[in-house]
């Protein structure tokens, strides 16, 4: 009699994990009938049928629709909406990985423009746009970091900015800011300079938000006109050195 009992419990499991692998069986044969559905939709053949570079530009144009998307909206949520798709990731057919990469690029360009959303430090030069309400004339030392945009009437240039004289203070900053400087003024990627102006923060132009299109590039303030004073190349990076060479090549003599 004990042994009947103390085997009873033993079956009752058996029973349980026969009625469970039955399940799974089932779970996998509606997985299949599914897959196989799908594979006949023109959707679904179409996606079969492309070419490696015709799926890479479609992973390309998700994620600018996720720049676009999260642009406009600026809601984390949505990219839960793409995560759904990651787990076509464990399919092995074309069509379902293909989805799960296009969903993945989606995520990744709503991710680059949350990361330019991402809070400022504290030493940010943006923060001197708050302090300076009546609009005193500071003196802010940087290097440019990028290739000057030149254009007929005055040239555009991004500094990576070091130290700001302001209320008779010196201070250490970081952050990049947009300088307009004169056209006649000739300045080079990595050159130190030395910029005399108004800051100010990017404004509404009519139905431009071009503050907006400033923080995707991660500049939060800019001069509008300045004063620039060119003082020698900074210190640069073996990769910084080799695009100021670059820049050189490209400058017309």
């Known amino acids: 009699m004990v042994g009947e009992a103390g085997?009873?419990?033993?079956?009752?499991?058996?029973?349980?994990?026969?009625?469970?692998?039955e399940l799974l069986?089932?779970?996998?044969?509606?997985?299949?009938?599914?897959?196989?559905?799908?594979?006949?939709q023109r959707f679904f053949v179409k996606?079969?049928?492309?070419?490696?570079?015709?799926?890479?530009?479609?992973?390309?144009?998700?994620?600018?629709?996720?720049?676009?998307v999260m642009d406009i909206w600026r809601m984390p949520e949505l990219l839960w909406g793409g995560l759904l798709f990651f787990p076509l990731a464990f399919f092995p057919t074309i069509p379902l990985r293909s989805i799960f990469i296009w969903s993945l690029f989606f995520v990744l360009g709503g991710l680059r423009i949350l990361w330019a959303l991402s809070p400022l430090p504290v030493h940010h030069i943006s923060s001197v746009v708050l302090k300076n309400t009546d609009e005193q004339e500071i003196e802010m030392s940087g290097i440019v970091d990028r290739f000057p945009e030149e254009y007929a009437d005055k040239t555009k240039i991004f500094v990576r900015a070091e130290t700001v004289f302001f209320q008779n203070q010196e201070k250490f900053v970081s952050g990049t800011v947009l300088v307009n400087i004169p056209a006649d003024i000739s300045v080079q990627y990595g050159d130190r300079i030395i910029v005399s102006g108004i800051l100010k923060k990017p404004f509404l132009i009519e139905n431009f938000n071009y503050a907006r299109y400033l923080e995707k590039e991660g500049v939060y303030s800019y001069f509008p006109w300045s004063r620039v004073q060119i003082s020698f190349p900074g210190d640069l990076s073996v990769k910084e050195k080799f695009w100021r060479k670059i820049f050189k090549v490209r400058t017309p003599v």
Not at 7 to 21: D, H, I, K, M
Not at 25 to 40: D, K, L, P, S, V
Request: glycine fraction near 6%; proline fraction near 2%.
């Open 7 to 21: 085997f009873e419990p033993a079956a009752n499991s058996l029973r349980g994990y026969c009625s469970t692998a």
């Open 25 to 40: 069986t089932h779970f996998c044969e509606a997985g299949r009938f599914y897959e196989n559905f799908w594979h006949e």
């Open 47 to 68: 996606i079969k049928n492309m070419k490696r570079k015709t799926l890479l530009l479609w992973a390309f144009i998700s994620f600018l629709s996720g720049v676009f």
